[in-house]
């Protein structure tokens, strides 16, 4: 078990449940934060040294971003904010009652994971999973309790973006949705609640649409900014398409597109050369400093100015 980021709260009678988060990339962190935030202990698991180190700075970064946006620390009772611990152990989560899987978007690394996590977990243990694309019930299936596998897929930024698309496959159980619905009220979020399929609701749409403006630039029917510029002033969309995708994260989206197209069989969700291109390069986006857009300040989660120069407070991205 490793530093923890912040001094002990006072105990109170009834103590907020510990929560883990595994992986302490851009998702991970935020959620950690929200929890956090709420006066739950949280334990944030991740194998990459790197992340685990930056994992407090980033995370100090987002609540201050978060201050800045006038978002006030939900926290339940009079609690302070929680202890974050940082592991690279999934033994680490022994206690946890509530855990959010936010590792990268390769399934063989999520069923690795859950495998691991229901051998340490209790039974009552909810494993809500942070995945773009992946169906629920294929994550349910790595488990021995598919009964209480569920999707949360948080908006991206996590502590700015009050919705949350909640996925039930037909494995998961009533009581399952219902505990997931309590945890996230108690971090001030709203699940709404859709079906089990590839993408569910949000990615199956985002993504094809994310994968065509790349196509389209690529093409060379208008650069970057045009493109962005015609979704915020023709549709009135916060953020343009391309610099959603940077932020997101180009290598996620790219596995994105691989899932949906190895869960669907749909040919149109192959990731563009462009973006196949960019991911080869390194070139992830906002988390690495450039994408299709150049970032000043890698790994910031703060929007930078649009090509028409107004990003609405809080509307900063989907997720
Ligand atoms: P990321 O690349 O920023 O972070 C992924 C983290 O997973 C890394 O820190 C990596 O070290 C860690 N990891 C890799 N193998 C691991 C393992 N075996 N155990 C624990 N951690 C491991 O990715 P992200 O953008 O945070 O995405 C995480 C998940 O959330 C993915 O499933 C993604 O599809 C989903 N998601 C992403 C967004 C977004 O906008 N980025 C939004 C919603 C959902």
Redesign the pocket.
Known sequence: MGEQDNAEPAPTAAAPATVGV????????GVAQCFMEAGHPVVV????PD?LGSGPERLRAGMKLARMLGRRPRRAGDTAAAPVTWSAE?ADLSDALFVV??????EP??E??LRELDAVCGPETVFA??????PVTRLGSFTGRPDRVIGT????PAPLKDTVEVIRAPGTSEDTVRRTEEFLAGIGKHGVVVRDAPGFVTNRVLMLTLNEAAAVLDEGTADAATVDQIFQECFGHPMGPLRTAD???L??VV??LDVLREHTGDDRFRPTPLLARLVAQGR?GR?TGGGFYPYPEPGTQIPAPTHAQRVPQGET???
Not at 45 to 48: C, E, Q, R, S
Not at 153 to 156: P, Q, V
């Open positions: 595994v992986g302490a990339g851009t998702m991970g962190i698991v991740d194998p990459d992340a999934l899987e936010c590792a990268v978007e390769k690394v999520k690795l994971i999973s942070c995945t773009s694309c992946i897929h948080f908006m991206n932020l997101i994260g290598d996620t596995d994105s992830t988390k991205s989907h997720g």
